[in-house]
């Protein structure tokens, strides 16, 4: 995967408008879409979808995504001889 920034009017803070990335193919051609970051989460834009239509998630619910264990089977299966 190739990530570039589109704007860098940022600061070391993320200021209300975001950053928004260009995300493309790992050929740097073929672009995949881009990824606003703001103060309150991400939004994932794909292709040519603008900021308004993307999908939306808060950091509260991306950190949980990303924490997320599944939890191992506790059965056993028969060993079957």
């Not at 881009?34 to 309150?40: I, Q, R």
């Not at 834009?45 to 191992?72: A, L, V």
């Amino acid at each position: 995967m190739q990530v570039h920034i589109k704007d860098l009017s940022v600061a070391m803070e993320v200021k209300n408008a975001g950053v928004e990335l260009g995300v493309y193919a790992p050929d740097g051609v073929k672009h995949l879409g881009d990824l606003v970051v703001t103060k309150t989460g991400l939004t994932w834009c794909k292709g040519k979808t603008g900021r308004k239509n993307g999908k939306k998630m808060s950091w509260d619910k991306f950190i949980q995504r990303m924490e997320f264990k599944p939890r191992r089977r506790t059965t056993r299966r028969a060993h079957k001889p």
